[in-house]
């Protein structure tokens, strides 16, 4: 139990396309859900935090109008990188937490985003 | 604001050897702790969890350890193997259901 899956897995874009990233929870219903980027080489940071029927809460520096977040149902949060650049090419990864005192989130195989 | 290390940043072992990963915070206020494993291009593995009333937990070749005061926690594997090969990270958390902050990872090469 406890599946995340994200699609797609990879994807290659122009710049200046937008790309939609899904997060969704498969055997759980998760009210809140975190979508992390990784740099090569570099370790995760967290870009937002997604909750169930209300506006995404953004972590300093992070853009909410390019990195749209839609988290409409128990169980699919959506990134959107709008007008995507070269620069915005990196590894996304989603984090589902089911909540009911369960203290670990469940992490999606993550969508490697390339630019050109 | 929470900042996570792990040292070293790579490692390279030959097959057979017990090893330790350290990870250091420094903001002692946390939840719990975890380390993750990641594979190349891949998405992330928990490993264990400890929450930070406890000091220590057990999953077969891995213990890790916490010293919440001190800020720190390891990560010791046993009788290491070519599989066990990948990116190791830690991360806390400040409450339950909360955001991770994730250390800067071990890379780690056991080879044959």
């Known amino acids: 139990g406890a599946v995340v899956s994200q699609h797609p897995s990879r994807v290659i874009c122009k710049s200046g396309t937008s790309v939609k990233i899904e997060c969704r929870s498969l055997d759980f219903q998760a009210t809140t859900m975190f979508w992390y980027r990784q740099f090569p080489k570099q370790s995760l940071m967290l870009m937002a935090t997604?909750?169930?029927?209300?506006?995404?809460?953004?972590e300093q520096g992070v853009e909410k109008d390019k990195f749209l977040i839609n988290h409409a149902s128990l169980t699919l949060s959506t990134l959107t990188v709008t007008s995507a650049h070269p620069e915005d090419s990196s590894f996304y990864i989603c984090?589902?937490?089911?909540?009911?005192?369960?203290?670990?989130?469940?992490f999606g195989p993550g969508t490697r985003l390339t630019v050109l | 604001k929470q900042e996570v290390t792990q040292i070293p940043a790579a490692l390279s072992v030959p097959e057979g050897e017990n090893l330790v990963l350290n990870c250091s915070f420094t903001?002692?206020?946390?939840?719990?702790l975890q380390w993750f494993r990641q594979d190349p291009g891949k998405g992330l593995t928990s490993l264990l969890l400890?929450?930070?009333?406890?000091r220590e937990q057990t999953s077969g070749r891995l213990n890790a350890s916490l010293d919440k005061s001190s800020g720190r926690s390891t990560l010791y594997i046993a009788a290491s193997q070519p599989g066990d090969s990948a990116t190791y990270l830690c991360?806390?958390?400040?409450?339950?259901?909360?955001?991770?902050?994730f250390g800067t990872g071990t890379r780690l090469q056991v080879t044959l």
């Open positions: 400890i929450q930070s009333s406890q």
């Open positions: 903001d002692s206020a946390i939840y719990n």
């Open positions: 991360a806390v958390s400040p409450t339950t259901a909360s955001k991770l902050t």
């Open positions: 997604s909750n169930e029927g209300s506006k995404a809460t953004y």
């Open positions: 984090s589902a937490d089911p909540g009911s005192g369960t203290d670990t989130q469940y």
